[in-house]
């Protein structure tokens, strides 16, 4: 594989890509040494690839495989295959085993062994005689029936081992190991490495036991408590003293990663955040959480105890120094328990932590106390904004009324009057008349009286004329003499 081809991959994930490579390239086969034995281990029906090499070319030489028990399982010589020497290979084998034939001038002695079975497991040598170095042998212990447990990081897991046809354990040996040969558990004739007895490796100390009840019923399945990403790996379970034969289980652990609290164990892993209770007001109780120092911007969240999340407002962050300061505000409200959980998540370190706040009942009886009275005196504010409301519209409606009312009464009244001024007219002509009529009547007595009263006058005056004339005295009038005496 050409790597400049894949120039996003960093350093770090350029190795994991090779080592992922290497292990599909081969299966999945795993290997390790242990006091200079190859280990191989396959899970049963898969196949498994035994690694055997010389320093000459072995094309036209000998290639020898056999298993513990001297037999045969693959026998190559001088251009014969396995295949065609099946008189020679043992009944297990036959149809299963070959080499890399083509790779043999390379020095390549391999061995392929097709869909593996548990009876598989043992150790085979390959057998180079005929080399001009001299004889070559190289051992493989090949464990077939791999099982893959998978467990979360800070669980417990229980790897599984018992005798086969339910031999008693109590009186025997069980020793447990990794792949690397470290020593986890060690029991023999009732003694116990949790007792002290014998070599346990410090990485499982305190960790790691037996169903001790259950050694009679020949159950050797080791319980390993708080898993770490450190315990991944190959474990064997070996029973040297069974009637039948030594038995050796193997079973692959993977410890998956997840968020937990990593502080000591991870640089950078922020403390537990700082709760407290900010305010009180009508909408509830105001909660805050306060995460300080942290190397890395994480994720906040408010929740009841229960793990139901809240619904909260955006953190504020402020940075300094390459470290953040993080506060998160929730308004929460009564309910049945009054817990409340702020939980803090590093995703880049897989760290995890939080804390927890009990709000009193008697704050929250306050906080309704104080909801009862502004409810109430919402409640009046409401009731007397409605009560405005309709005297407002009642007043308008009165006022409309009223205005109608004066508009039909002002024209009534103008209506009235300009009859009555029409019947004043009408009246002032028909006085007009009347006196007209009584001035020509009052002329014309003044006419008759002032006729008369000249008749009268004339008849006085006769009567004067003629006594003056007998009396020899001339009468005047008093007006007469009136004025006769201012002149």
């Known amino acids: 594989m050409d790597i400049e081809k894949w120039p996003h991959l960093s350093t770090e994930n350029t190795l994991v890509f090779v080592l992922v490579c290497s292990l599909v390239c081969s299966g999945a086969t795993h290997q390790d040494e242990t006091n200079g034995v190859s280990r191989t281990y396959v899970t049963e029906g898969e196949d498994a690839v035994l690694h055997c090499s010389s320093v000459e070319s072995l094309e036209n030489t000998v290639v020898d495989w056999k298993n513990q028990n001297k037999k045969e399982v693959c026998l190559y010589d001088g251009g014969q295959h396995c295949e065609d020497r099946r008189d020679n290979q043992d009944e297990q084998y036959k149809g299963r085993a070959s080499l890399f034939y083509d790779e043999l001038k390379n020095r390549n002695a391999s ?16 057998i180079l005689p005929r080399l001009s170095s001299g004889i070559q042998r190289s051992t493989v212990e090949l464990i077939v029936g791999v099982s893959r447990t998978y467990v979360k990081e800070g ?26 040969g470290k020593e986890l558990f060690l029991y023999e004739l009732g003694h116990h490495t949790e007792d002290g007895w014998c070599c346990q490796d410090e990485q499982y100390g305190g960790r790691v036991s037996l169903f001790y009840d259950e050694l009679k019923n020949g159950n050797a399945s080791m319980i390993l408590r708080d898993m770490r990403i450190e315990d991944t790996g190959i474990y064997t379970c070996d029973l040297p003293g069974l009637s039948s034969g030594r038995k050796i289980f193997t079973m692959e652990l993977i410890v998956e990663r997840v968020l937990r609290n990593r502080i000591g164990l991870e640089k950078g892993a922020v403390q537990a955040p700082v709760l407290e209770i900010s305010d009180v007001s009508e909408a509830g109780m105001e909660l805050q959480c306060v995460v300080r120092g942290s190397s890395s911007k994480p994720s906040v969240e408010w929740q009841t105890c229960e793990g139901t999340s809240l619904n909260s407002e955006e953190p504020l ?29 590093q995703e880049d370190i897989y760290h995890r932590i939080d804390d927890n706040i009990t709000v009193s009942e008697k704050l929250f009886e306050k906080m309704s106390s104080h909801d009862t009275q502004s409810s109430h005196s919402t409640g009046v504010l409401v009731g007397m904004f409605f009560a405005g409301v309709v005297t407002l519209v009642l007043l308008q409606l009165v006022l409309v009324l009223s205005l109608i009312f004066t508009r039909r009464r ?13 019947i004043s007219s009408n009246m002032t002509s028909d006085q007009n008349i009347g006196n007209r009529s009584i001035y020509t009547k009052n002329m014309r007595n003044d006419t008759v009286k002032t006729e008369k009263e000249t008749e009268e006058k004339t008849e006085e005056e006769k009567l004067m004329s003629s006594d003056s004339s007998g009396k020899h005295e001339q009468v005047f009038p008093a007006s007469s003499v009136f004025f006769s005496l201012c002149d």
């Open 317 to 345: 962050v402020s940075e300094t120094r390459g470290r953040y300061d993080t506060t998160l505000l929730v308004t929460v409200t009564e309910t049945k328990t009054n817990c409340f959980r702020c939980v803090v998540k």
């Open 111 to 126: 061995l392929i062994l097709n869909n593996t079975r548990i009876e598989d497991t043992g150790t085979y040598t390959c």
């Open 155 to 180: 669980e417990d897991v229980v790897l599984h081992c018992s005798s086969v046809d339910n031999q008693s354990l109590k009186n025997s040996l069980i020793s447990w190991k990794n792949i690397n």
């Open 410 to 422: 002002t024209q009534r009244n103008m209506e009235k009057k300009m009859m009555m001024n029409v």
